[in-house]
């Protein structure tokens, strides 16, 4: 099974995975390339969320992290959040995944940017791919205001 066939999936370095909802067997492959963190920003309600992930990824012997970003209402506190696990997840290799690869692509830009000094274009480059907060004033108002807040 290739990774490829994940929705939206993006392999940004060796350690640093993203992608929209994986299936029960892509999670497995996940696993099988030493995956050792999933990073959840879907709603357990979003579209294809797989029942009870949590406890598939711990048997497939990753560690599971869930922060549950609301589409329409993203807050500061849920990217403090991500931030904040991100730092302790320094030299791991991680999925960061949601329902389309939309909320993970945009909070990993913006800890790019926030934490690891990426200028804008670039970070931002890999959502682009994906998406343009653009189309989604919600979103650009997000992106906005957490780069204002850090004087970025």
Known sequence: ???DQI???RALSANLLTSGQPTA?????????????VI???LPTSD????????????LGMKYIHIP???ELPTPTDLERFLEIMQTQAGRKLLVHCAA??????????????H????????????HHIWDENQYPVWKQFVHDALIQEGK
């Open 116 to 127: 690891q000094g990426w200028s804008h274009e670039p970070a931002l480059a890999e959502m």
């Open 48 to 59: 294809n969320a797989l029942p009870d992930e949590e406890s598939l990824v711990r048997s």
């Open 101 to 114: 690869n939309y909320r993970a692509s945009c909070f990993v830009a913006l800890w790019r940017i926030l």
């Open 25 to 37: 067997l892509q999670m497995a492959e996940i696993a099988r390339i030493g995956v050792q963190t």
């Open 69 to 71: 970003v609301e589409w």
């Open 7 to 9: 929705y939206n999936f």
């Open 40 to 42: 959840n920003l879907a």
């Open 1 to 3: 099974m290739s990774l």
